[in-house]
């Protein structure tokens, strides 16, 4: 989907559910008026395999229950956002947490803004929360994974005390990725969809990632 054109800038103006930016990206609520977007990306070959094989292709009433859920759970035990270019107004994928878990298994609401008890009571959960990501094959080696990770991390970062990230071990552009490009560690291995996947995070280690990758995270007002 294209957000409509500013005429007189010649720009694209901001799209529907902007929840906070970077430089050059918008990080959205999942929001239906880019569910088609979403499912294109999802049925695109040349974007999801091998590496995502359980999620294509995927048919309309399953990207459907997906929408939905995410709709549903957002900032609640989960986190997704849709991914829109800021120079173009394209939807470019979604990135951003499959799952929040406190340290007793139980899911936690992320917002913006807490009392003084209620951010007390936040940082005693120790919270945790698995990223992920995946951007259009056209618009990847442009730095938006790196950039998408820091804004994520960072909007996050005064509720959660770990972030881990998961990939197949063959996947090795993304193996450099999480290990030399934004300084995780191995953490576990785990099996999923019948695969074995590769765990990079540490207990706390959000204040390192920070340090480590810097982009400016921009929060909004306007959740239209």
């Known amino acids: 989907m294209t957000s409509t054109?500013?005429?007189?800038?010649?720009?694209?103006?901001?799209?529907?559910?902007?929840?906070?930016?970077?430089?050059?990206?918008?990080?959205?609520?999942?929001?239906?008026?880019?569910?088609?977007?979403?499912?294109?990306?999802?049925?695109?070959e040349a974007t999801?395999?091998?590496?995502l094989p359980m999620l294509c292709p995927m048919n309309e009433e399953d990207m459907h229950t997906r929408r939905e859920l995410h709709r549903a759970q957002f900032q609640k035990q989960s986190f997704f956002l849709d991914?829109?270019?800021?120079?173009?107004?394209n939807t470019i994928g979604t990135a951003g947490f499959r799952s929040i878990k406190a340290s007793d298994n139980?899911?936690?609401?992320?917002?913006?803004?807490?009392?003084?008890?209620?951010?007390?009571?936040?940082?005693?959960?120790?919270?945790?929360?698995?990223?992920g990501i995946v951007i259009s094959?056209?618009?990847?080696?442009?730095?938006y994974c790196t950039e998408a990770f820091a804004a994520n991390v960072e909007y996050i970062a005064d509720q959660v005390q770990t972030v881990t990230a998961s990939t197949l071990p063959d996947n090795t552009r993304m193996m450099s990725f999480f290990r030399d490009k934004i300084g995780m560690e191995v953490y576990r291995e785990v099996?999923?969809?019948?695969?074995?996947?590769?765990?990079?995070?540490?207990?706390n280690n959000v204040p390192t990632l920070l340090t480590n990758n810097k982009h400016s995270?921009?929060?909004?007002?306007?959740?239209?």
Not at 48 to 51: A, G, I, R, T
Not at 108 to 120: F, G, H, L, M, V
Not at 137 to 143: I, L
């Open 5 to 44: 054109l500013d005429t007189t800038l010649n720009i694209p103006s901001s799209p529907d559910g902007v929840v906070f930016s970077s430089q050059r990206l918008w990080f959205c609520r999942p929001s239906a008026t880019r569910d088609q977007d979403i499912l294109n990306l999802f049925n695109d």
């Open 48 to 51: 999801m395999l091998p590496w």
């Open 83 to 89: 991914v829109v270019e800021r120079g173009s107004g």
């Open 106 to 131: 139980t899911t936690t609401t992320t917002t913006t803004t807490t009392s003084n008890a209620s951010a007390e009571n936040n940082a005693k959960a120790l919270q945790e929360a698995e990223w």
């Open 137 to 143: 094959k056209d618009y990847q080696r442009m730095g």
């Open 191 to 203: 099996e999923h969809y019948g695969l074995k996947w590769t765990v990079f995070g540490r207990p």
């Open 217 to 224: 995270c921009q929060r909004t007002t306007n959740t239209k």
